[in-house]
């Protein structure tokens, strides 16, 4: 059989005979990814003397057989499809057709796209789990083993002291609107933690966060004084009935928080930042203020205190130095020259 020219690659492909790993009959199959026209006739030639078994899979029957072992939540699995059927290019390929030049050439498509390096580096961990299920379940190639992770510029946060908290707050007529903005702020808890707190979470000061990130992020922390005051009424109104404690029978609609987050920061007119940013400047509140950087990382819930020192290196270079003023005015004078 002949080779052909795949125009849209600048490889050859061939045709050839196959036994189908799932019925055990002959088929035919196709092998791309060739770099000259000799090579695609001296595969096929090799073929036509030993028929290859090949599983027929595509990726996107191997992403449902991937999704069904994991197991996912229904919501997951959706999102997670969407992204690959909008950024993967090869769903409909058969496995054992794509190449790692064929990955390559994907890759290099993918970070030359205008998204964030976490979404690229998201698509790319999804994808190479599927390529990885693969591989272990159906003993099919791995091409994407070579990727690696996008690199990125860490993304800059923005702080609120209290002072600008408090501007901020005031601009938040609803008080459970006000209340979650205050727990987080004040916590350092991740907004769908908060959002997802419900009233037995709660005993006293203790308060249970059910994280869903790392095992780590499944913690009980204890509350500040003013957010115990703040719930207080709060947990008074709450029931089996009722028992989300930002929101009662059920919990807040995330877009509607934002919203209403971005409304109270122009109204205020303080720095705008994320959301997100409530978390951070809980952390780096604490740290400047000298709290020990373990039991901050242990409060937020990270998975190990690299991450924590990963993210506020530069308050502890700061921490570093009013230590040294510090230490420099306690031994002034108390050691002579020797």
């Known amino acids: 059989m002949p080779a052909y020219r795949d125009k849209d690659r600048g490889t050859w492909y061939v045709k050839y005979s196959v036994v189908d790993g799932s019925t055990g009959k002959r088929k035919q199959a196709l092998k791309r990814g060739f770099p000259t026209k000799r090579e695609?006739?001296?595969?096929?030639?090799?073929?036509?003397?030993?028929?290859?078994t090949v599983n027929p899979m595509t990726f996107a029957q191997l992403c449902?057989?991937?999704y069904k072992y994991r197991n996912q939540k229904p919501e997951t699995k959706s999102?997670?499809?969407?992204?690959l059927e909008t950024h993967v290019p090869f769903m409909d390929d058969r496995c054992e057709d794509l190449t790692k030049k064929d990955l390559m050439k994907w890759y290099l498509a993918l970070d030359a796209k205008n998204l964030k390096p976490s979404m690229k580096n998201l698509i790319l961990t999804i994808t190479k789990s599927v390529f990885k299920h693969g591989e272990d379940f159906y003993d099919l190639p791995n091409p994407s083993r070579i990727l690696k992770k996008f690199k990125g510029q860490r993304t800059e946060f923005g702080v609120w002291t209290p002072e600008e908290f408090e501007k901020f707050i005031r601009c938040e007529d609803l008080t459970h609107y006000r209340n979650l903005f205050t727990f987080l702020y004040m916590t350092g808890c991740r907004r769908s933690e908060a959002i997802n707190?419900?009233?037995?979470?709660?005993?006293?000061?203790?308060?249970?966060?059910?994280?869903t990130k790392t095992a780590k992020s499944d913690r009980y922390i204890i509350l500040p004084d003013a957010v115990q005051r703040i719930l207080e009424p709060v947990l008074a109104h709450c029931s089996e009935e009722r028992p989300f404690v930002f929101g009662g029978e059920n919990p807040l609609n995330i877009g509607t928080v934002q919203g209403r987050f971005k409304r109270a920061v122009k109204k205020a007119e303080v720095t705008p930042i994320r959301i997100h940013d409530l978390r951070h400047s809980f952390a780096s509140n604490a740290i400047a203020s000298?709290?020990?950087?373990?039991?901050v990382s242990k409060y937020l819930g990270h998975a190990n205190i690299n991450i924590t020192?990963?993210?506020?290196?530069?308050?502890?270079?700061?921490?570093?130095?009013?230590?040294?003023?510090?230490m420099n005015k306690l031994y002034q004078n108390r050691i002579t020259d020797l």
């Open 290 to 295: 000298g709290c020990n950087i373990v039991a």
């Open 197 to 211: 707190l419900r009233y037995d979470d709660i005993d006293g000061n203790r308060c249970h966060i059910r994280g």
């Open 309 to 326: 020192l990963s993210v506020y290196a530069h308050l502890l270079e700061q921490t570093e130095n009013d230590m040294m003023q510090k």
């Open 40 to 52: 695609a006739l001296a595969f096929e030639s090799s073929q036509r003397l030993t028929p290859t």
């Open 79 to 83: 999102a997670q499809l969407a992204i």
């Open 64 to 66: 449902d057989s991937y």
